[in-house]
């Protein structure tokens, strides 16, 4: 189904095509926005992440939600991460895809998503109420971006050395780079605007 950049959905509306779409859309301000696809550095690092966060939350009272689901920002956002974690049971709104207590929500750019990501979606995850930390995963270089809520606003932390780890506090666990990164080869050229960011 091809549809037009600029055509206006309801939420309902967004929800019954992203169901019956093979691509992956977002929904931002009454627009559905396609997703591109990402390359193998982007699904590797995905993935290395998720087995992560299994990993270090499996004795706890969290769960990791693979992509699929929508996190909801005011009534005319839904926001596609490419992981999310929850605290105790998922919980979602009127049985549809709509995530409404993720605590953490995972970014990795892709060439197309690399300014959205680190700029609008930032504030975007910033007013969902139960978010308490997002990451934002550069596929094209080693860099980790970590934002964290505290009382006093939000924090953000870089990190760029193979050797750093990510100190995910709400999770009390932390994601070492070397592992989110192994078997990532940054062969390719950066786009222009990650060599700018």
Not at 32 to 61: W, Y
Not at 64 to 91: C, K, N, Q
Not at 128 to 145: G, N, P
Request: charged fraction near 30%.
């Amino acid at each position: 189904m091809v549809i037009e950049r600029v055509r206006q959905m309801s939420v309902e509306e967004f929800l019954d095509f992203a169901e019956n779409s093979e691509d992956r859309y977002e929904y931002i301000d009454g627009e559905p926005r396609q997703m591109t696809g990402g390359k193998l550095n982007h699904f590797r690092i995905i993935h290395r992440i998720q087995v992560l966060l299994e990993s270090g939350l499996a004795d706890s009272e969290c769960e990791v939600i693979a992509s699929g689901m929508f996190v909801r920002s005011g009534y005319a956002r839904l926001l596609a991460p490419d992981v999310s974690v929850v605290r105790g049971e998922p919980e979602t709104e009127a049985n549809t895809r709509i995530l409404l207590n993720p605590i953490l929500v995972v970014e990795v750019t892709s060439p197309s998503s690399i300014e959205h990501g680190r700029i609008s979606k930032r504030d975007y995850y910033r007013d969902v109420a139960s978010i308490e930390a997002y990451l934002i995963v550069d596929q094209h270089r080693v860099l980790v971006e970590l934002y964290t809520r505290s009382e006093t606003g939000w924090h953000i932390q870089c990190f760029s050395d193979l050797g750093d780890e990510v100190p995910l506090a709400a999770l009390d666990c932390s994601l070492p780079l070397r592992d989110i990164y192994q078997r990532i080869s940054f062969d390719e050229e950066l786009p222009a605007s990650a060599e700018d960011a």
